[in-house]
Every structure is written in structure tokens, then in C-alpha cells.
């Protein structure tokens, strides 16, 4: 597969005092949020592919550097989640100027259930509502569900020994459902039927493992449903890939180990298969003449993300490139590009 040039990156000045830890844009790609260790999380509209320096806005509150940040579904407003090292979860909320007054952030809901850094939060898929799950240091897990009386609801359980690192929702679709024909009992002029759809999301911890979190209405509680074991260092991130309905699942996963996996499930009563990508076979190479063994990338995997149609996947390594990964027609994930940062 020919590979493909990536254009110019274009530098944004945020005027951050410290490193910066995480970069978000919004659903519609017009705003850009960013959060550092210099405790404050900055918040930029984007135009013409470049942040606005003049509209920014800093929130601050945290105590500690600041993790990482996500934005909700805009059908729940302009909406903001950010996680600290001081145990913290924050969720702001940015209000429109009344008259004479200016519009600004403010902050809606402190969650301070977690007894040590809060690394990863993420908001599940809008169909399920607005909640919001978060990975801590103390080994636990917590879901933060926004209720219709204004209340948030919090369910807090063990996750992984050590440490959780990351957290990141499954598509809200059942696998499959694309192609599987629906009952067909709609009266015309009806709604048809909704499609079913499942509240589920994997986490990543320090005990080398991923597990998979299911939620069970009966019991109003989350349970492990599966463990996926294949790392043999802290798992640092994991991506759950978007899904518009076909069988087949994916799930990435980076470690501390200096490996990524792609973790496939063909149908959902199928198990996982797990594949290592291969930095060493592929045409674009993303070590840039350093020897790594063949499986290995040449420094710790810090993330994976995919893009919005679940085909491409992005990689960050501690080398300071990010390379992008598609799979081919036989099923060899292949490097397709390579951007150094």
C-alpha cells in the first residue's frame, strides 16, 4: 500500500507554563481544548484549521497537573470533563452571556470519590445518556451518571490492582445489528423499533491487564465480563473503535511494554483475538532507523486513538512520532503514514 504524506503540522501557541498532557476538539472540530501541569485547562476556538489565541479561555481549580480532558455531546450543551492528579474530576459547563453580561466556563460538578490521581475520563456515547466514566490510581473505577432532576449519580467499584490508566466506551450498537434484520412489526406512521443498545466500556491498568465492564440493569451494577491478557507491562491506554453496526469488533491497546494490540471479536459470542503491531514490517517505518525487535515499537506506547469511522488507527510513541495504522485486505495491519512531532 502506497503511503501517504501527512500535510504540515501547524503549531498552536496555548501559552500553557508546563507540559501539556492531552488535546481534545469537539464534536464539530471548532474547538480545541488542552490541559497541562501547570494545573489550568485552556479552551480555544479553531478557525481555518488554527487555534484563536484572542478567544481563549483558561479554567481554573485543580490543584495538580491536569490528565486529560473530554468533550460531552453537544446535545447536552458545551460541556467539559477534566481529571487531575489531585484525585479530582471536574465537569464545566459553559454558559452564554445574558445581555451585558460575557458568557464564560463554569464549573458544574467536583467529583472527589477517588483517593489518588484521577488519569482517564471519558463520556460514553450520547445515545446512553451523559455519563462519564474515570479511571484512578486508587485501583478504582467510577461511572458519574447525570440524572433528568439535575443530580449526578456515582457508582464507584474496584478496577484493577496498582492503578487504572484509561477507560473508553464501547459503541453504543449492538455488533451486528446492521445486518441483522429487525422485527418487523412497526404500524405505519410509527416509530420502528430502536435498536438495542448496551452500556459497556474496557479499561486499561497497572496489573498488565484490560478488562471489559458491562452494566446490568437488573442489578443496577457493573460487572467484569471478560479479561484480555497480553501485555506484560502497565497498559498505558486503550481505544475502543467506533462501530456502525457490523460484526466485528476492535479494541487497541498500548503498553508500557513498547507494544500495541489490536484486539478483534468477530461476532459477539466470539473471543478475542489479539494481533501485535509490527513497526519493523511495515513500508512507512515509524522507528526511523532504530533497531526494535520485530513487534516492538522503538519506546513506550503512550496512546491510541481511532479515527471516526474506526478504520485508522493513531499511534503516539515515546519517540515523538505518531504513526497511523490501517488494515489491509488480507487483515495485516499495515503503517500507512508517519508524522513526527
Given at each position: 500500500?502506497?503511503?501517504?504524506?501527512?500535510?504540515?503540522?501547524i503549531?498552536?501557541?496555548?501559552?500553557?507554563?508546563?507540559?501539556?498532557?492531552?488535546?481534545?476538539?469537539?464534536?464539530?472540530?471548532?474547538?480545541?481544548?488542552?490541559?497541562?501541569?501547570?494545573?489550568?485547562?485552556?479552551?480555544?476556538?479553531?478557525?481555518?484549521?488554527?487555534?484563536?489565541r484572542?478567544?481563549?479561555?483558561?479554567?481554573?481549580?485543580?490543584?495538580?497537573?491536569?490528565?486529560?480532558?473530554?468533550?460531552?455531546?453537544?446535545?447536552?450543551?458545551?460541556?467539559?470533563?477534566?481529571?487531575?492528579?489531585?484525585?479530582k474530576?471536574?465537569?464545566?459547563?459553559?454558559?452564554?452571556?445574558?445581555?451585558?453580561?460575557?458568557?464564560?466556563?463554569?464549573k458544574?460538578?467536583?467529583?472527589?470519590?477517588?483517593?489518588?490521581?484521577?488519569?482517564?475520563?471519558?463520556?460514553?456515547?450520547?445515545?446512553?445518556?451523559?455519563?462519564?466514566?474515570?479511571?484512578?490510581?486508587?485501583?478504582?473505577?467510577?461511572?458519574?451518571?447525570?440524572?433528568?432532576?439535575?443530580?449526578?449519580?456515582?457508582?464507584?467499584?474496584?478496577?484493577?490492582?496498582?492503578?487504572?490508566?484509561?477507560?473508553s466506551?464501547?459503541?453504543?450498537?449492538?455488533?451486528?445489528?446492521?445486518?441483522?434484520p429487525?422485527?418487523?412489526?412497526?404500524?405505519?406512521?410509527?416509530?420502528?423499533?430502536?435498536?438495542?443498545?448496551?452500556?459497556?466500556?474496557?479499561?486499561?491498568?497497572?496489573?498488565?491487564?484490560?478488562?471489559?465492564?458491562?452494566?446490568?440493569e437488573?442489578?443496577?451494577?457493573?460487572?467484569?465480563?471478560?479479561?484480555?491478557?497480553?501485555?506484560?507491562?502497565?497498559?498505558?491506554?486503550?481505544?475502543?473503535?467506533?462501530?456502525?453496526g457490523?460484526?466485528?469488533?476492535?479494541?487497541?491497546?498500548?503498553?508500557?511494554?513498547?507494544t500495541?494490540?489490536?484486539?478483534?471479536?468477530?461476532?459477539?459470542?466470539?473471543?478475542?483475538?489479539?494481533?501485535?503491531?509490527?513497526?519493523?514490517?511495515?513500508?512507512?517505518?515509524?522507528?526511523g532507523?532504530?533497531?526494535?525487535?520485530?513487534?516492538?515499537?522503538?519506546?513506550?506506547?503512550?496512546?491510541?486513538?481511532?479515527?471516526?469511522?474506526?478504520?485508522?488507527?493513531?499511534?503516539?510513541?515515546?519517540?515523538?512520532?505518531?504513526?497511523?495504522?490501517?488494515?489491509?485486505?488480507?487483515?495485516?495491519?499495515?503503517?500507512?503514514?508517519?508524522?513526527?512531532?
Amino acid at each position: 500500500m502506497p503511503s501517504t504524506t501527512a500535510g504540515e503540522p501547524i503549531p498552536i501557541e496555548t501559552s500553557h507554563e508546563d507540559m501539556i498532557h492531552d488535546a481534545q476538539l469537539d464534536y464539530y472540530g471548532k474547538r480545541l481544548a488542552t490541559c497541562s501541569s501547570d494545573r489550568t485547562v485552556k479552551v480555544f476556538d479553531v478557525v481555518g484549521g488554527e487555534a484563536q489565541r484572542s478567544t481563549g479561555h483558561t479554567l481554573k481549580g485543580h490543584t495538580g497537573p491536569v490528565w486529560q480532558v473530554a468533550w460531552a455531546h453537544p446535545k447536552f450543551g458545551q460541556i467539559l470533563a477534566s481529571c487531575s492528579y489531585d484525585g479530582k474530576v471536574f465537569i464545566w459547563k459553559e454558559q452564554q452571556g445574558q445581555g451585558a453580561s460575557p458568557g464564560g466556563w463554569t464549573k458544574i460538578k467536583e467529583h472527589t470519590l477517588h483517593k489518588a490521581s484521577v488519569n482517564s475520563v471519558s463520556w460514553a456515547p450520547h445515545e446512553l445518556g451523559a455519563i462519564l466514566a474515570c479511571a484512578s490510581s486508587d485501583g478504582t473505577i467510577s461511572v458519574l451518571t447525570f440524572k433528568n432532576d439535575g443530580n449526578w449519580d456515582a457508582a464507584v467499584f474496584e478496577g484493577h490492582a496498582i492503578g487504572c490508566n484509561a477507560v473508553s466506551w464501547a459503541p453504543a450498537v449492538q455488533p451486528g445489528s446492521l445486518i441483522v434484520p429487525q422485527p418487523s412489526n412497526t404500524v405505519p406512521g410509527q416509530q420502528p423499533t430502536a435498536v438495542q443498545s448496551v452500556k459497556r466500556f474496557a479499561s486499561a491498568g497497572c496489573d498488565n491487564l484490560v478488562k471489559i465492564w458491562g452494566f446490568r440493569e437488573e442489578t443496577q451494577a457493573w460487572v467484569p465480563e471478560e479479561v484480555l491478557e497480553g501485555h506484560t507491562d502497565w497498559v498505558r491506554d486503550v481505544a475502543w473503535a467506533p462501530n456502525i453496526g457490523l460484526p466485528r469488533s476492535y479494541i487497541a491497546t498500548a503498553s508500557q511494554d513498547k507494544t500495541v494490540l489490536i484486539w478483534t471479536k468477530d461476532t459477539p459470542t466470539s473471543p478475542w483475538v489479539k494481533t501485535a503491531l509490527d513497526p519493523s514490517a511495515s513500508s512507512v517505518s515509524p522507528t526511523g532507523g532504530a533497531s526494535a525487535p520485530a513487534g516492538k515499537f522503538p519506546d513506550v506506547v503512550w496512546r491510541v486513538s481511532w479515527s471516526l469511522a474506526g478504520n485508522i488507527l493513531a499511534v503516539s510513541c515515546g519517540d515523538g512520532k505518531v504513526t497511523l495504522w490501517k488494515e489491509n485486505l488480507k487483515g495485516v495491519w499495515e503503517c500507512v503514514s508517519d508524522m513526527t512531532s
